[in-house]
Antibody, heavy 122, light 107 residues
Framework: EVQLVESGGGLVQPGASLKLSCVAS????????MSWVRQTPGKTMEWIGD????????NYAPSLKNRFTISRDNAKSTLYLQMSNVRSEDTATYYC???????????????WGQGVMVTVSS | DIQMTQTPSSMPASLGERVTISCRAS??????LNWYQQKPDGTIKPLIY???NLQSGVPSRFSGSGSGTDYSLTISSLEPEDFAMYYC?????????FGSGTKLEIK
């Protein structure tokens, strides 16, 4: 059974940094592109970015590129999202996804975690 | 960025009813369109990929169609477990973008 378990969320102050983790099991993690997607309290879904199966390439939504960094540790089957200088508009549930990648682009978010909530507030 | 306009935002419907959700892209997306279902507990799963291909394990009452800028998801006969949120998502170009969602509610 495929499982993606996110952690590291919580209440954080504006301007702070936060690192989310996602531990994968039930599939060969090192074979998969991985993505982060977030959902705001208003239910808007936003793609954050993705990372190649070997960690050698990342791609980000332009609006988030300067503050968010995606990385992975295949030996630990773990995906990370480093968030810096967080803002109130970063308040959302963050989902880790195992992605299908076709013709140079993530073509489907195949597997989803349960999500982790991040609240940015003073 | 490609904008995805999804309608309606909410839809009351009855068990056994046939429903259709629409998604319009701000430019042609060459059928690079997926549909996802989100249950009230937050669980998300893909339903349809590349406009009309059913993901493994998804019941055949779900179907997708469309071309160019206009796409749709149809549920032929609503079952209790179908009352959920639905999102379209394009992958014609980066950044990947989602529709605003449709909440399917029990009438």
């Amino acid at each position: 059974e495929v499982q993606l378990v996110e952690s590291g969320g919580g209440l954080v102050q504006p301007g702070a940094s936060l690192k989310l983790s996602c531990v994968a099991s039930g599939f060969t993690f090192s074979d998969y592109w991985m993505s982060w997607v977030r959902q705001t309290p208003g239910k808007t879904m936003e793609w954050i970015g993705d990372i190649k199966y070997d960690g050698s390439y990342t791609n980000y939504a332009p609006s988030l590129k300067n503050r968010f960094t995606i990385s992975r540790d295949n030996a630990k089957s773990t995906l990370y999202l480093q968030m810096s200088n967080v803002r109130s508009e970063d308040t959302a549930t963050y989902y880790c996804t195992g992605s299908r990648h076709t013709m140079g682009i993530t073509s489907l978010f195949d597997y989803w975690g349960q999500g982790v909530m991040v609240t940015v507030s003073s | 960025d490609i904008q995805m306009t999804q309608t309606p935002s909410s839809m009351p419907a009855s068990l056994g009813e046939r429903v259709t959700i629409s998604c319009r892209a701000s430019q042609g997306i060459s059928n690079y369109l997926n549909w996802y279902q989100q249950k009230p507990d937050g669980t998300i799963k893909p339903l349809i990929y590349y406009t009309s291909n059913l993901q493994s394990g998804v019941p055949s009452r779900f179907s997708g169609s469309g071309s160019g800028t206009d796409y749709s998801l149809t549920i032929s006969s609503l079952e209790p477990e179908d009352f959920a949120m639905y999102y379209c998502q394009q992958y014609d170009s980066s950044p990947l973008t989602f529709g605003s969602g449709t909440k399917l509610e029990i009438k």
